[in-house]
């Protein structure tokens, strides 16, 4: 009696790998410390909005203090993010057995994918809860569609930005500490370049937040107007020219690196 050969459907698939580091995660408290991060920022953004505060302004007084809390909140976020995605093999040395299976190049790249879908599922939920807190407390106009978007793409493409550099300390370094010390740094470091001129705050990533901000704050005798500006895309190109920057020359690091 011929043998029976197996049948393409019955051959077990090969599951891809961004899927395999989201799996790792499923027994992770990523999604419970991520949401009560942005729970904290959203009190804290809609603490003092009530009232004569809503009266005497618009959507805009939202979306010009958001930025700068992000750029308090989201640095840590993103190096939470990114530092329990490279965390995920450390124990028992099992990154050397994953690399068996795995070249270098191909596993940095599925969790750098992973560390980007993370965080886009993040700042949709985000952006759709500040549309919710900005309906809620009765403000005359929304957001429109162009400056949601503009709202969501700047704050993922500094996250990323932030989530690359720590990938890159955890995978290349081995050390898992350091990096959660730069996300405090930036938090840090983005509150305060908050009070520098333009041109220093340039120069701290978690500052970009604010900076590409598309509403702005004028004061004249003590009244306070905010407008809406042009989206600086020549910004947002310096965040994306360095994110594939440091991605390029990470992933030839630890390529090239013996464990």
Same mark, same amino acid.
């Given at each position: 009696? /011929?043998?029976?050969?197996? =049948?393409?459907?019955?051959?077990?698939?090969? !599951?891809?790998?961004?899927?395999?580091?989201?799996?790792?995660?499923?027994?992770?408290?990523?999604?419970?410390?991520?949401?009560?991060?942005?729970? $904290?920022?959203?009190?804290?953004?809609?603490?003092?909005?009530?009232? +004569? @505060?809503?009266?005497?302004? +618009?959507?805009?007084?939202?979306?010009?203090?958001?930025?700068? *809390?992000? #750029?308090?909140? $989201?640095?840590?976020?993103?190096?939470? %993010? =990114? =530092?329990?995605?490279?965390?995920?093999?450390?124990?028992?040395?099992? $990154?050397?057995?994953?690399?068996?299976?795995?070249?270098?190049?191909?596993?940095?790249? %599925?969790?750098?994918?992973? !560390?980007?879908?993370?965080?886009?599922?993040?700042?949709?939920?985000?952006? @759709? #809860?500040?549309?919710?807190?900005?309906?809620?407390?009765?403000?005359?106009?929304?957001?429109?569609?162009?400056?949601?978007?503009?709202?969501?793409?700047?704050?993922?493409?500094?996250?990323?930005?932030?989530?690359?550099?720590?990938?890159?300390?955890? $995978?290349?370094?081995?050390?898992?500490?350091?990096?959660?010390?730069?996300?405090? @740094?930036?938090?840090? *470091?983005? *509150?305060?370049?908050?009070? *520098?001129?333009? #041109?220093? %705050?340039?120069?701290?990533?978690?500052?970009?937040? %604010?900076?590409?901000?598309?509403?702005?704050?004028? =004061? +004249?005798?003590?009244?306070?107007?905010?407008?809406?500006?042009?989206?600086?895309?020549? +910004?947002?190109?310096? !965040?994306?020219?360095?994110?594939? /920057? !440091?991605?390029?020359?990470?992933?030839?690091?630890?390529?090239?690196?013996?464990?």
């Amino acid at each position: 009696m /011929a043998e029976r050969t197996p =049948s393409a459907t019955s051959r077990p698939r090969r !599951i891809p790998a961004v899927r395999l580091e989201l799996r790792k995660l499923r027994r992770k408290h990523l999604p419970l410390v991520a949401l009560a991060l942005m729970a $904290l920022e959203l009190v804290w953004l809609g603490y003092g909005w009530s009232g +004569d @505060a809503v009266s005497k302004g +618009d959507w805009r007084a939202i979306y010009w203090q958001l930025p700068m *809390l992000n #750029a308090i909140f $989201l640095p840590l976020l993103a190096s939470i %993010a =990114s =530092s329990t995605v490279c965390d995920i093999e450390s124990p028992g040395g099992m $990154l050397k057995e994953l690399l068996t299976l795995q070249s270098p190049r191909e596993l940095f790249r %599925a969790k750098w994918q992973a !560390i980007t879908l993370v965080l886009g599922l993040l700042v949709v939920a985000q952006t @759709a #809860a500040s549309l919710a807190l900005t309906s809620s407390l009765g403000f005359p106009s929304l957001p429109d569609a162009i400056a949601v978007a503009q709202y969501a793409v700047s704050t993922l493409a500094v996250s990323l930005l932030v989530a690359t550099l720590v990938q890159a300390l955890c $995978l290349i370094l081995q050390n898992q500490f350091l990096p959660l010390v730069v996300g405090v @740094a930036l938090s840090f *470091l983005g *509150l305060f370049s908050m009070y *520098l001129p333009t #041109a220093f %705050a340039r120069l701290v990533p978690s500052s970009y937040y %604010a900076l590409l901000s598309t509403v702005e704050m004028s =004061s +004249d005798a003590g009244r306070v107007a905010f407008a809406s500006r042009a989206w600086p895309v020549a +910004d947002l190109a310096v !965040i994306i020219i360095l994110t594939v /920057a !440091i991605y390029g020359y990470a992933g030839r690091g630890f390529s090239r690196k013996e464990l």
